[in-house]
C-alpha cells in the first residue's frame, strides 16, 4: 500500500468539526477510511493536574497525550495497526477497546492537531472549521447537556474559564496554519462537497 493521505481537521469546542466527520464518512467509502479522533488520547484523571478547588482544564494540550497520539499516526503510516482504549468522559460505562488498521485515507480531528509542529507535519491537508462564539457556546450548551449530563451551570463555568482562553491561546492560533479554512455558523454543505471531492480523487489509485 502506498503511503496514506491524511487529513486534519481542527477547530474549537462547537466548531462543527464532528458534523463534517460524519458527513464526510457519508460521502466516501468507508472501507478505505481510517477515523483517529484526538479524543481518545485523554490522560487518565489521575495524571491530570487539578486545580485547587477540584477542576481539571481538560481544554489545555497538556491534557493530552499528544507525544502518543502522534505515535500512533506513524505506525499507520508505516502499515502497522494499533490499539485505543476509548475515553469516555466520565460516562459510567466501561470503555471500548479499538483496532485502528492502516487505510489509504487517514482522518485525524481534535483542538491541537496542528498545535505540535511535529504531529501537524504529517498532516498532508489541514481543515480548519471556524464559527462565531456564540453559535460555538449554543452547540457546546447542546452537546454537554444532552450527551454528557452536564448542568447549564457547569457548561457555562467551563466555557468562561477554560474552553474561551484556551481557545484564544492555543486553537485560534493553528487557524493561520490550516490550508482551508470552512465557516460553518449556517452550513458548510458546499465546503463540504469540495473537500469530498478532492479526497475522492487521492483514492482513485486505491
Keep these: ?23 464526510l464518512m457519508e460521502a466516501l467509502p468507508a472501507e478505505h477510511i481510517t477515523l483517529i479522533s484526538q479524543d481518545n488520547y485523554y490522560k487518565e484523571k489521575a495524571e491530570q493536574v487539578q486545580l485547587p478547588d477540584g477542576l481539571v482544564n481538560y481544554d489545555h494540550p497538556e491534557s493530552l ?10 505506525s499507520l503510516q508505516s502499515g502497522k495497526s494499533i490499539e485505543v482504549v476509548e ?6 460505562r466501561p470503555p471500548q477497546t479499538f483496532i485502528f488498521h492502516p487505510r489509504p485515507l487517514i482522518i485525524l480531528e481534535g483542538l491541537f492537531i496542528y498545535h505540535v509542529p ?14 462565531e462564539e456564540h453559535i460555538k457556546i449554543s452547540r457546546r450548551l447542546r452537546r454537554d447537556i444532552i450527551e454528557r449530563d ?11 474559564r477554560f474552553v474561551a482562553p484556551m481557545y484564544k491561546e492555543y486553537i485560534a492560533p493553528q487557524r493561520m ?9 449556517v452550513n458548510m454543505d458546499k465546503a463540504i462537497e469540495v473537500v469530498s471531492h478532492h479526497l475522492s480523487c487521492q483514492l482513485k489509485d486505491v
Design 87 to 92: 475515553y469516555t468522559f466520565e460516562v459510567p
Design 118 to 131: 511535529e504531529l501537524g507535519d504529517l498532516v498532508d491537508l489541514k481543515i480548519y472549521v471556524d464559527a
Design 177 to 185: 496554519l490550516a490550508d482551508l479554512i470552512i465557516p460553518n455558523n
Design 1 to 23: 500500500m502506498k503511503r496514506p493521505y491524511i487529513v486534519g481537521i481542527c477547530g474549537g469546542s462547537g466548531s462543527g468539526k464532528t458534523f463534517m466527520l460524519r458527513k
Design 65 to 74: 497525550d499528544l507525544d502518543g497520539y502522534r505515535r500512533d499516526i506513524i
Design 150 to 160: 452536564y448542568s447549564m451551570e457547569e457548561t457555562l463555568r467551563d466555557y468562561e
